[in-house]
């Protein structure tokens, strides 16, 4: 069975896509949805902008995707996929592979837990690129530093700046749910046995590490950058001072002499 996850958006209006969405429910809460289309193909789709499907087929996905649009807030230029296979083998044991996993026992409570696991794997992708572009623009910065000394930003541009770093952060942050164990593995060892390999294989844990210090190095940046802006409005003022306070005394020289 293949399982094939994207992340769209950077949010998914759940509500209004339940109001629409031609399936049958099969669970839901207020940050996901799960669905099986006619009996056979089901859909798991995460407020948190990821959206995964399984057993269904590319021209079915492709129409889902485009029928999803309407619910994304600040929807994705180019979208991130992640490509998954289960393998059910009643003579094998639990096996995890880099792109795929085989099962002695398969069902949909199986494929769900694999769906999750996908989904926050996609959502780490697109936070470790959004880590990595506020870093490639931190660099652009410093390699100005070091080749002449000074940045050039606007106060403006670096609040903009600040504004996208934290707001990633703060996301990210927000949906570190991606370390709770789903609640149907909870009371049941074979269902936890597979989430918890799943994440070793997808190295939830470590990914999201990396995304936390790459963060915390733009953070350090970011304070220097506000430090030297501050410096630099200082020492206009202190500038600004001076030349009222010259002009002061000049005018009171012009007008002790005439």
């Known amino acids: 069975m293949k399982i094939t996850a994207f992340y769209i958006a950077e949010e998914l209006h759940l509500k209004r896509l339940k109001a629409t969405y031609a399936g049958a429910l099969l669970q839901e809460n207020p940050s996901e ?12 789709a995460f407020d948190y902008g990821a959206v995964v499907f399984a057993d269904m087929s590319d021209t079915d996905i492709s129409k889902n995707l ?19 296979e289960i393998t059910h083998n009643p003579d094998a ?14 069902g949909v ?6 769906m999750l696991n996908v989904a926050h794997s996609v959502s780490m992708d697109f936070y470790s690129q959004r880590a990595h572009e506020l870093l490639s623009e931190v660099r652009q910065f410093t390699t100005q530093m070091e080749s002449i000394g000074s940045i050039s930003i606007s106060r403006k541009n670096m609040l903009r700046f ?9 996301r990210i942050i927000e949906n570190l749910f991606v370390f709770d ?7 049941d060892e074979y269902l936890d046995r597979i989430h918890r390999g799943l994440a070793r294989t997808f190295e939830i844990q470590t990914r999201f590490k990396e995304i936390e210090y790459t963060f915390k190095v733009v953070e350090d940046n970011l304070s220097v950058f506000r430090e030297l802006y501050l410096h630099r409005e200082s020492s206009k003022l202190e ?17 002790k002499i005439f």
């Open 66 to 84: 485009a029928l999803l649009q309407q619910f994304c807030e600040h929807p994705l230029p180019e979208t991130i996929r992640d490509d998954f």
């Open 93 to 106: 044991q639990l096996t995890f592979g880099f792109d795929g996993l085989t099962v002695p026992k398969i």
């Open 33 to 44: 949805l799960f669905y099986r289309i006619d009996d056979g193909p089901l859909f798991y």
């Open 239 to 255: 500038w600004i001072i001076i030349a009222l306070i010259c002009i002061e005394v000049i005018d009171l020289i012009i007008s």
């Open 162 to 170: 600040i504004g996208r770093m934290l707001n990633s952060k703060n």
């Open 181 to 187: 164990g789903p609640e149907i593995a909870w009371e």
């Open 109 to 114: 409570e199986v494929i769900k837990i694999a």
